[in-house]
């Protein structure tokens, strides 16, 4: 892995650990349903600047129904998911939840795929599972009962990201950049028509809408390009390596903007979720650097 790719690798993790630093800005204001749609929809709209620059023609009738399933689990639903959350729970533990995608990866996959997990994988789904508990625990007690149901919806949006990965194994054979550009105009028309029932709650400030803009343009239009840059350039085992900075950042950015303190469980936790989703990932920095350098 070159010095490019690692510095690459960064810069995409500290963007989308910033993506839960803006949720936690706007998603009380605008309330889940507006802030996705609009965050898809800026997103989108980047994308297509994008392809039309690039002159790639999106084929979305051809694999409508394929977009439209990416759009749901990887985009639509974990999105709304983590801006409910965002509404109770701080960046830091959003961040920390996100990163148990690759641990429901491996149980979905177990199910799905019959993949069999080895003694590593089991022992890092118990390491995962008690780091998570230490993690919202915390949260769960200082916050009570309303703590209970963000904690979840931030669980199960991981979860989403673990089918979408799923299914992906088995998807049609469509480029990473249309992946990515088609799911956001399915997610747009997915999340639409949820606007008209959980409305905008507030009328938002600049901060507001600058947090918003950044978060669909930035944090998911840009973002995921830079990410599939990375799977070209490195390979998609070796882009998973930005699963364990993602955290990282997410407290940072949530400490330094925000005020929100990094405790003790908040440590702990971090630890034992990324240590879980290591092992069950069989990720090793070492090898991916030698598999690069054969």
Request: hydrophobic share 55%; charged share 10%; with cysteine.
């Amino acid at each position: 892995m070159t010095s490019r790719s690692v510095l690459q690798l960064i810069v995409l993790a500290a963007i989308w650990g910033g993506s839960f630093l803006f949720m936690r800005i706007s998603a009380t204001v605008m309330g889940p349903a507006v802030l996705i749609e609009l965050r898809v929809l800026f997103a989108a709209i980047a994308l297509l600047i994008v392809s039309v620059y690039l002159k790639r023609k999106l084929p979305f009738i051809a694999h409508i129904r394929h977009f439209f399933t990416i759009g749901l689990f990887n985009t639509a639903l974990p999105f709304l998911l983590f801006a409910y959350a965002a509404q109770t729970l701080n960046a830091s533990t959003l961040s920390i939840l996100n990163s148990t995608a690759a641990i429901w990866g491996a149980v979905i996959g177990l199910i799905w795929h019959r993949n069999r997990l080895n003694g590593a994988a089991i022992l890092g789904l118990l390491i995962g599972v008690i780091g998570v508990a230490i993690l919202v625990g915390w949260d769960a007690m200082r916050i009570e009962e309303n703590a209970t149901l963000p904690i979840i919806a931030g669980v199960m949006a991981a979860c989403c990201y673990g089918i979408a990965t799923n299914y992906a194994k088995n998807a049609p054979s469509v480029s990473a950049f249309n992946n990515a550009h088609g799911s956001m105009w399915a997610a747009c028309l997915i999340v639409l028509p949820l606007v008209p029932f959980i409305p905008m709650r507030e009328v938002p400030s600049s901060e507001v809408w600058t947090s918003v803009m950044l978060l669909g343009v930035l944090c998911t239009g840009i973002a995921y390009l830079l990410y599939f840059r990375l799977i070209t350039d490195i390979g998609p085992a070796s882009a998973l390596s930005v699963t364990f900075l993602i955290p990282m950042f997410g407290i940072l950015w949530g400490h330094l903007f925000l005020d929100e303190p990094i405790g003790i469980n908040t440590i702990v936790g971090a630890i034992l979720v990324l240590t879980g989703t290591k092992l069950v990932t069989g990720f090793s920095l070492s090898a991916l650097v030698q598999r690069r350098k054969n």
